[in-house]
T-cell receptor, first 110, second 110 residues
Framework: QKEVEQNSGPLSVPEGAIASLNCTYS??????FFWYRQYSGKSPELIMS????GDKEDGRFTAQLNKASQYVSLLIRDSQPSDSATYLC??????????FGKGTKLSVKP | SAVISQKPSRDICQRGTSLTIQCQVD?????MFWYRQQPGQSLTLIAT?????????ESGFVIDKFPISRPNLTFSTLTVSNMSPEDSSIYLC???????FGSGTRLTVV
């Protein structure tokens, strides 16, 4: 059974700070990894995907992947109150499906 | 990129009844996926719907409870049968690009 683990939080950071979200996964053969943001009552919104070890940057977001440690993280720089949401880590399944972690609730305080 | 229309957006149903949820995609897709998000929880895959074949169900989900139709490459339905209050959840459809989700159906069973 493939599993994805995240700290449920809540994680609280002040506005302008760096928010660090972490995720581990159980299947060493996993090849694709995703971070989603989900506002209350809304569908998940893809922030970033990452497939190779190392860092991938997109604007204020940086995803980091370490396959040896089976670890994925998401850094949000210059956090804004509008970033307050639940962040879902997901691993890609073999059929195009996703295996989600439980999500980390982030609160950015003005 | 795919646009997914899902309906109904919400419903309140009596226990013992059934509800059919529809997802329409604006392009042809091979795989469609149905997820359940229970209150305060993350997304769990119910089944994979492949056009022309029976849906593949994940452990803990059965066809009698969650029958799925996939009549063509742009449309799928999920029925929640013989509902109980434990079925109160958000149900989402998705496609294999791992980017697009339907807007969700918030189901409350009373």
């Amino acid at each position: 059974q493939k599993e994805v683990e995240q700290n449920s939080g809540p994680l609280s950071v002040p506005e302008g700070a760096i928010a660090s979200l972490n995720c581990t996964y159980s299947d060493r053969g996993s090849q694709s990894f995703f971070w989603y943001r989900q506002y209350s009552g809304k569908s998940p919104e893809l922030i970033m995907s990452i497939y190779s070890n190392g860092d991938k940057e997109d604007g204020r977001f940086t995803a980091q992947l370490n396959k040896a440690s089976q670890y994925v993280s998401l850094l949000i720089r210059d956090s804004q109150p509008s970033d307050s949401a639940t962040y879902l880590c997901a691993v890609g399944g073999s059929q195009g499906n996703l295996i989600f972690g439980k999500g980390t609730k982030l609160s950015v305080k003005p | 990129s795919a646009v997914i229309s899902q309906k109904p957006s919400r419903d309140i149903c009596q226990r013992g009844t059934s509800l059919t949820i529809q997802c329409q995609v604006d392009s042809q897709v091979t795989m469609m996926f149905w997820y359940r998000q229970q209150p305060g929880q993350s997304l769990t895959l119910i089944a994979t719907a492949n056009q022309g074949s029976e849906a593949t169900y994940e452990s803990g989900f059965v066809i009698d409870k969650f029958p799925i139709s996939r009549p063509n490459l742009t449309f799928s339905t999920l029925t929640v049968s013989n509902m109980s209050p434990e079925d109160s959840s958000i149900y989402l459809c998705s496609v294999s690009d791992r980017e697009h989700f339907g807007s969700g159906t918030r189901l409350t069973v009373v």
